[in-house]
């Protein structure tokens, strides 16, 4: 699971809004493995083109921290497929060191932000559950 999930390009962050509707949005994300607290999914409020720097998914964690990161491959081979299923508590990192190493580890996984750093908040989702599916068992 681990390794599927360290190199998928793609995840879906789903969150809670006020409402109790859930939220899903696509997202970049890299997973960190800290020997004290266990693993840590990042994903950062990058320079893509957005109408505001506050996104929803912010709101909605700070109000309600549970979470969910989908990871998963399609393919018309249907041998091939294959999920894995993050759950945790979510929270907003605007500075800090922690920031800074979710920065650090999404540069390691992704070229654009290697150069160009992302300046907005950033998601730390610390995972409590791994569950996961492969058509490969």
């Not at 949005?25 to 493995?33: D, G, K, L, Y």
């Not at 266990?38 to 083109?49: C, I, M, N, Q």
């Not at 160009?116 to 989702?125: E, F, Q, T, Y």
């Given at each position: 699971m681990r390794r599927r999930v360290?190199?998928?390009?793609v995840a879906r962050l789903a969150t809670v809004r006020a409402d109790g509707r859930p939220d899903l949005v696509?997202?970049?994300f890299a997973v960190v493995h800290h020997a004290l607290?266990?693993?840590?999914a990042y994903s950062a409020v990058d320079h893509k083109p957005k109408t505001t720097?506050?996104?929803g998914r912010l709101r909605n964690l700070e109000a309600h921290p549970d979470a969910t990161l989908l990871v998963d491959h399609y393919d018309d081979d249907w041998e091939t497929l294959w999920?894995?299923?993050?759950?945790g508590r979510g929270r907003v990192l605007r500075d800090g060191p922690e920031?800074?190493?979710g920065l650090d580890a999404l540069a390691a996984k992704y070229a654009p932000y290697a150069?160009?750093?992302p300046d907005g908040a950033m998601i730390a989702l610390d995972i409590d559950d791994?569950?996961?599916w492969s058509a490969r068992g």
């Amino acid at each position: 699971m681990r390794r599927r999930v360290a190199g998928a390009r793609v995840a879906r962050l789903a969150t809670v809004r006020a409402d109790g509707r859930p939220d899903l949005v696509p997202c970049a994300f890299a997973v960190v493995h800290h020997a004290l607290s266990g693993d840590t999914a990042y994903s950062a409020v990058d320079h893509k083109p957005k109408t505001t720097t506050e996104l929803g998914r912010l709101r909605n964690l700070e109000a309600h921290p549970d979470a969910t990161l989908l990871v998963d491959h399609y393919d018309d081979d249907w041998e091939t497929l294959w999920w894995v299923r993050l759950r945790g508590r979510g929270r907003v990192l605007r500075d800090g060191p922690e920031r800074e190493r979710g920065l650090d580890a999404l540069a390691a996984k992704y070229a654009p932000y290697a150069e160009r750093r992302p300046d907005g908040a950033m998601i730390a989702l610390d995972i409590d559950d791994w569950r996961g599916w492969s058509a490969r068992g």
